[in-house]
């Protein structure tokens, strides 16, 4: 019996500019000591980039670029038997999402580039395009599962 009662989850909020709960969770991603101001002018700016830079929408090209790097296995050490082996397994969509997210703000960080808001627009075109660092990332963690699904039944 828990000692506790149950924790529910807040109800997400949106931004006020495009109205996505997906783009304010991405804003807060990229936040840092609380200067939700200056994230905000980052994001927006990478999607008005984008916006002059595409033919397609900036908030479509986010969205997209979300989806493409979302992951739908990874892998988890699970111990047996005196060894540590890589059993993959399913990822919720949510885990999913947060992924994807971590992943394009950690190869936006690592790229050359002016300011964080050209450099988040072109990982994001480059993750639409399945060319960018965050696509790699999620590309090499699926064949990492793929490599280890003989061991997929000591999932529990």
């Not at 059993?87 to 992943?103: D, F, Q």
Request: aromatic share 8%; hydrophobic share 35%.
């Amino acid at each position: 019996m828990p000692r506790k009662k149950r924790q529910f989850r807040k109800p997400a909020q949106s931004d006020p500019i495009y109205n996505s709960e997906l783009l304010n969770h991405f804003i807060n991603k990229i936040l840092k000591k609380g200067k939700k101001v200056k994230a905000q002018g980052i994001v927006y700016g990478a999607i008005k980039l984008i916006d002059d830079k595409g033919s397609k929408p900036g908030i479509e090209v986010f969205q997209q670029a979300v989806e493409k790097c979302r992951p739908l296995v990874e892998v988890k050490p699970r111990r047996v038997g005196g060894a540590t082996l890589q059993v993959p397994v399913e990822v919720e969509s949510r885990r999913g999402i947060n992924l994807s997210m971590e992943w394009i703000v950690d190869a936006a960080k690592k790229r050359s580039g002016k300011s964080m808001t050209e450099k988040i627009a072109y990982e994001m075109m480059d993750a639409v395009s399945e060319t960018g660092a965050a696509f790699k990332k999620k590309s090499d963690v699926h064949r990492m599962a793929e490599a280890n699904k003989s061991y997929s039944h000591y999932r529990w």
